[in-house]
């Protein structure tokens, strides 16, 4: 099993930044990359950001303002926000993968998600 807990999101106004991070325990070594979806009220789960050793993708959507990066030491990767917008208010949720895709249904592993808020 693998266990993905989450931590960092809350209420920021526009324009500020936020560092969300993912920590991952258990079978750790089951998957090959570890990602970042988001999902607003009434919306679909949407792919933020990947990683994987060498490489990384992002969404168009949050490229150049949103970074994604790991720590294998803490089996821990995290999500560096700045420059928020009001549409990027949703839950973040961390994922676990044994592919390397962009699709919510390729993700074997799950956190539980965590709120961030932006304000204007």
């Known amino acids: 099993q693998v266990q993905l807990v989450e931590s960092g999101g809350g209420l920021v106004q526009v324009g500020g930044s936020l560092r969300l991070s993912c920590a991952a325990s258990g079978r750790t070594f089951s998957f090959y990359a570890m990602g970042w979806f988001r999902q607003a009220p009434g919306k679909e789960r949407e792919f933020v950001a990947a990683l994987r050793s060498g490489g990384v993708t992002t969404a168009d959507t949050v490229k150049g303002r949103f970074t994604i990066s790991g720590d294998n030491a803490k089996n821990t990767v995290y999500l560096q926000m700045n420059s928020l917008r009001p549409e990027d208010t949703a839950v973040y949720y961390c994922?676990?993968?044994?592919?390397?895709?962009?699709?919510?249904?390729?993700?074997?592993?799950w956190g539980q998600g965590t709120q961030v808020t932006v304000s204007s």
């Open positions: 994922a676990a993968t044994r592919a390397w895709s962009r699709l919510a249904n390729d993700y074997n592993y």
